[in-house]
């Protein structure tokens, strides 16, 4: 998804969805450990692991408009006609200007948050030399069939679905801007012929 232009961080860069920790990403208790196979990166802090996922969700969902969270048969939301569309956009945007929290949008929805369909990437952390730094994770989650993207018009004008190295070939050929977290990411996606390779990938890594 592609940045604006006036944004004070990455102006017109290319990047996946993702923002900063709230506090109401740790609000939400899972009944069980799952994906466990991943907290030796947290350091066994289950509550951090967790918080990460959360806040992957939530803005995953204020910037594209995919919403990574399950009925009680564990299937994704529709959010593909005129009507659900509208519906969940207005959540969007209510979430987005914090009047609304996203744990209420989910519980008057039904829908739990699919933090079992998450798994951890990497972390990366900008060298001290930078004047505005992150520390950041990445994951991966395959995209719900039944929904559709779209770019938030605020700190996101634009998307695009290509494969990871179509990608790297953009930047390469400065049609793209990417940082290099990104283009290490987009790097390991291209070892894989589908998503859900990486996936099993992902959750067989020792």
């Known amino acids: 998804m592609k940045r604006h232009g006036k944004d004070r961080f ?46 992957g969700i939530r803005e995953t969902f204020e910037e594209s408009g995919i919403l ?11 959010i593909n006609n005129n009507e659900s569309v509208e519906k969940f956009n207005h959540y969007r945007e209510r ?7 996203f744990k209420d949008m989910l519980a008057k929805e039904r ?14 952390i900008t060298p001290p030399l930078f004047h505005i730094r992150y520390d950041t994770r990445f994951f991966a989650a395959v995209m719900p069939e039944n929904q559709e993207t779209s770019h938030d018009g605020n700190e ?11 990608a790297l070939n953009r930047y390469r050929d400065n049609r ?18 589908k998503a859900e390779d990486v996936i099993t990938h992902l959750k067989n890594k020792s």
């Open 68 to 78: 990574f969270a399950s009925d009680e048969t564990g299937n994704y939301p529709f």
């Open 95 to 101: 979430v987005f200007t914090q009047k609304l929290l």
């Open 111 to 124: 829908l739990s948050p699919a933090a079992d369909n998450f798994f951890y990437i990497s972390r990366w």
């Open 176 to 193: 793209i801007k990417l940082v290099m977290p990104t283009i290490k990411t987009l790097e390991f996606l291209s070892r894989f012929h």
């Open 156 to 166: 996101l004008v634009d998307f695009d679905w290509i494969e990871p190295d179509e």
């Open 10 to 55: 990455l102006p017109d860069y290319y990047v996946f969805p993702g923002g900063a920790l709230d506090e109401q990403d740790y609000e939400i208790v899972f009944p069980e450990l799952i994906n466990n196979h991943n907290l030796k990166d947290f350091k066994n802090n289950s509550k951090e692991y967790y918080a990460y996922i959360m806040c």
